[in-house]
Nanobody, 129 residues
Framework: QAQVVESGGGYVQTGESLRLSCTAPALTFADYHMGWFRRQAPGKPREGVA?????????SYIDSVKGRFTISRDDAGKSLYLQMNSLSPEDTAMYYC?????????????????????WGQGTQVTVSS
């Protein structure tokens, strides 16, 4: 089956918005918390940005995106979304969709992403000043 497939990235100006989408046909989607990650430069680790809990639970966000980004999920369609408002150059990154795990202060990817090689190609977001 296809890996996770992300879309919706683009080139925008500071203050503008984008909406990212992903589908995850290879996952039993409703069984997992699902989130967005980003890699801001080649060689840097992916950073967990937001994680939407399964079964309609609440979402977690890193501090730098709280109030600007909103994550949502459609379990029937196995789809995940990230509405990004008030974008800044610091949000420039390759964004990835993945099953996630939340801690007290962190958002990490679920081990299944590496075990089953499910990472997609990502979608590039570039914000100019």
């Amino acid at each position: 089956q296809a890996q996770v497939v992300e879309s919706g990235g683009g080139y925008v100006q500071t203050g503008e918005s984008l909406r990212l989408s992903c589908t995850a046909p290879a996952l039993t989607f409703a069984d997992y918390h699902m989130g967005w990650f980003r890699r801001q430069a080649p060689g840097k680790p992916r950073e967990g940005v937001a994680c939407a809990l399964r079964s309609g639970g609440s979402a977690s966000y890193i501090d730098s995106v709280k109030g600007r980004f909103t994550i949502s999920r459609d379990d029937a369609g196995k789809s995940l979304y990230l509405q990004m408002n008030s974008l800044s150059p610091e949000d420039t990154a390759m964004y990835y969709c993945a099953a996630c795990v939340t801690g007290l202060t962190t958002i990490r990817s679920h081990a299944i992403m590496d075990l089953r090689n499910l990472w997609g190609q990502g979608t590039q977001v570039t914000v100019s000043s």
